[in-house]
């Protein structure tokens, strides 16, 4: 089992900066890659970014530039340092952990409100 909270988000003006951060507890060792995901209002849940074991990072394209990825394994956290940000950007982000031993299993952290508004 993987428990993960998250924490960070609130009201940021257009332009402002975030950082999401995602701390991993239980099964840690298990995990393979982790990621955000956002649902705006409206829309579906969507991938964001994606931090995998190796270290490879990937971005969707409307963040890429603007939105960092990365994992402390330290302190057993991941982050998102969002900057540049956009009113499109507004939704409810997520991160997830993945584990593949015994079965592939996704552990979903709970949501935090992420607005971008003046």
């Known amino acids: 089992q993987v428990q993960l909270v998250v924490s960070g988000g609130g009201l940021v003006q257009p332009g402002g900066s975030l950082r999401l951060s995602c701390a991993a507890s239980?099964?840690?060792?298990?995990?393979?890659?982790m990621g955000w995901y956002r649902q705006g209002p409206g829309k579906q849940r969507e991938l964001v970014a994606t931090?995998?074991?190796?270290?490879?990072?990937n971005y969707i394209n409307s963040v890429k530039g603007r939105f960092t990825i990365s994992r402390d394994n330290a302190k057993n956290t991941m982050y998102l340092q969002m900057n540049s940000l956009k009113p499109e950007d507004t939704a409810v982000y997520y991160c997830?952990?993945?584990?593949?031993?015994?079965?592939?299993?996704?552990?979903w952290g709970q949501g935090t409100q992420v607005t971008v508004s003046s």
């Open positions: 239980g099964s840690i060792v298990r995990i393979s890659d």
């Open positions: 931090f995998c074991r190796g270290g490879n990072t």
């Open positions: 997830n952990a993945i584990t593949t031993y015994p079965s592939r299993t996704v552990y």
